[in-house]
């Protein structure tokens, strides 16, 4: 499979992609966000991945949806070509744990590429933002719904509504992001983070990624539910064997994967 406006790789059981768009900031446009998708496909599909990383270059993650190929949309090319849903939606459904290393612009579309993964690592450079209002639209790929899920309201109206940037520290301290780190340690400190996972077991990953991700959409009794079928569940696993015997005999886990 060839690309060209990312970078696809594997490190060990990861799988790496990198957004190469640079003279446009890597703009999103639909064949990039088509490009993500196929390498998401080959990762999910791929036995020896067991976490995914998306990252871009040191001046931008992403600086949003291309704003080139949507200015001159009609109503009906947005709604009947299922703009932003259509291929966007893969990241979401990926299975896979999906780490986002950020540096630079994380703006609109970008942002929101970064809050559809399940982990945010940023560099002390990265900049958060849903400039939309700007441009006389609205975020329209989750900005207005899971940006206050991360950050709450009132940063969430704040953002949205003056387009405000967030640096990486108050990110770090709004809950957008897990840490921060030296953006020249930022693709190791990633990758770091995406070894670990990746040298779990994965369906015990893959449960525990859907185990969180169900308590955005459930009650607190009805997730607690759902984790201790999930819980219980995972006494079926060889995996489970292996690691709480290596517990006892002091030695390493080697799991099935
Ligand atoms: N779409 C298309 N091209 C973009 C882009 C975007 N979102 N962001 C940057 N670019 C292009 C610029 O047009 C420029 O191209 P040229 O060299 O051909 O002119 C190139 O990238 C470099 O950008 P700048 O010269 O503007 O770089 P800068 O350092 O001066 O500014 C910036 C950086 C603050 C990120 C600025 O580029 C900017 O404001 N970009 C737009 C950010 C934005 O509004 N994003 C939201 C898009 S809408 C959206 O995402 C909807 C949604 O919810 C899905």
């Known amino acids: 499979m060839s690309y060209e406006l990312i970078l ?122 849903q400039p939309e209002i700007k441009l006389g639209i609205l975020p329209g790929a989750g900005g207005t719904q899971r940006l206050p899920r991360a950050v709450g309201k009132a940063k969430a109206m704040d953002m949205c509504l003056t387009a405000r940037f967030m640096d990486a520290v108050e990110a770090e301290r709004a809950g957008l992001v897990s840490r921060v780190v030296p953006a020249d340690k930022l693709v190791d400190e990633a990758l770091g983070a995406a070894e670990a996972i990746a040298s779990y077991s994965l369906p015990v990953v893959m449960m525990i990624k859907e185990s969180i991700n169900r308590s955005f959409e459930s009650s607190l009794n009805e997730g607690l539910l759902f984790e201790r079928r999930v819980f219980h569940s995972a006494f079926a696993l060889k995996d489970q064997k292996e690691g709480m015997a290596a517990f006892v005999e002091k030695r390493k886990p080697s799991f099935d994967h």
Do not use: H, Q
Not at 44 to 51: Q, S, V, Y
Not at 104 to 129: S, V, Y
């Open 8 to 129: 696809v790789e594997t490190r060990g059981r990861v799988g790496m992609i990198t957004l190469n768009r640079p003279k446009a900031l890597n703009a999103l446009n639909d064949n990039l966000v088509d490009e993500i998708g196929k390498a998401l496909d080959g990762f999910e599909a791929d036995e020896n991945i067991g976490a995914i990383l998306i990252t871009g270059s040191e001046k931008a993650f992403a600086a949003g949806a291309d704003i080139g190929a949507m200015a001159t949309f009609s109503y009906m090319d947005a709604y009947k070509g299922d703009y932003i849903t259509r291929n966007w939606e893969r990241v979401k459904t990926c299975r896979k744990p999906v780490i986002a290393a950020v540096a630079g612009f994380a703006l609109g579309g970008g942002c929101e590429l970064a809050m559809m993964c399940d982990i945010i690592i940023a560099a002390d450079t990265a900049k958060f933002g």
